[in-house]
T-cell receptor
Framework: AQTVTQSQPEMSVQEAETVTLSCTYDTSENNYYLFWYKQPPSRQMILVIRQEAYKQQNATENRFSVNFQKAAKSFSLKISDSQLGDTAMYFCASYNFNKFYFGSGTKLNVKP | GAVVSQHPSWVICKSGTSVKIECRSLDFQATTMFWYRQFPKQSLMLMAT?????????EQGVEKDKFLINHASLTLSTLTVTSAHPEDSSFYIC????????????FGPGTRLLVL
């Protein structure tokens, strides 16, 4: 089984600043996918960004980017120009063989 | 985009009764749906994988007779919590993929279950 670890239970950032959320994972597979999901207070899971393990280029989606270090099994999320609407729980997840494995989550508070 | 709905959004029931939660893919056919359980301030734990027309695959530690899953059509999967007890109180989330073994999943809004 794969494990996903998020070592930061909670983080705060000032509006317009940049914040990085950490994630490490453990897998013996070569082909897998990594994701960051956002869960706002509504509890609806929202896909933030995805990364295919065989691609070396880091994924980017507007203000969101990742730092994918395959050898180190690290997959951090950088949020630039933080906005109040970014306040949510953020879950790192890995996907392989039709299963998702989620980390414990990081609660991000964006302060005005 | 692909939309997944869940019904009901929240339910309160008495201990010993059964509760059915529906998960529907509204604008696509989902051969595979997934059921998760999320305790307060915790992560999502995969309970089972629901395959249309076949038996669900349960994760280790999940009681099959307790959590009955039926995926009778390409747009509907149901989770029935049988003889519910207070410890079954949780947030249940379903997700669906457009095709088997496709990594992109679309999540429902979740169902909050409270067993008194």
């Amino acid at each position: 089984a794969q494990t996903v670890t998020q070592s930061q239970p909670e983080m705060s950032v000032q509006e317009a600043e940049t914040v990085t959320l950490s994630c490490t994972y453990d897998t013996s597979e070569n082909n897998y996918y990594l994701f960051w999901y956002k869960q706002p207070p509504s509890r609806q899971m929202i896909l933030v960004i995805r990364q295919e393990a065989y691609k070396q280029q880091n994924a980017t989606e507007n203000r969101f980017s990742v730092n994918f270090q395959k050898a180190a099994k690290s997959f951090s999320l950088k949020i630039s120009d933080s906005q109040l609407g970014d306040t949510a729980m953020y879950f790192c997840a890995s996907y392989n063989f039709n299963k998702f494995y989620f980390g414990s989550g990081t609660k991000l508070n964006v302060k005005p | 985009g692909a939309v997944v709905s869940q019904h009901p959004s929240w339910v309160i029931c008495k201990s010993g009764t059964s509760v059915k939660i529906e998960c529907r893919s509204l604008d696509f056919q989902a051969t595979t749906m997934f059921w998760y359980r999320q305790f307060p301030k915790q992560s999502l734990m995969l309970m089972a994988t629901s395959n249309e027309g076949s038996k669900a695959t349960y994760e280790q530690g999940v009681e099959k007779d307790k959590f009955l899953i039926n995926h009778a059509s390409l747009t509907l999967s149901t989770l029935t919590v049988t003889s519910a007890h207070p410890e079954d109180s949780s947030f249940y989330i379903c997700s669906a993929s457009l095709a088997p073994y496709q990594e992109t999943q679309y999540f429902g809004p979740g169902t909050r279950l409270l067993v008194l």
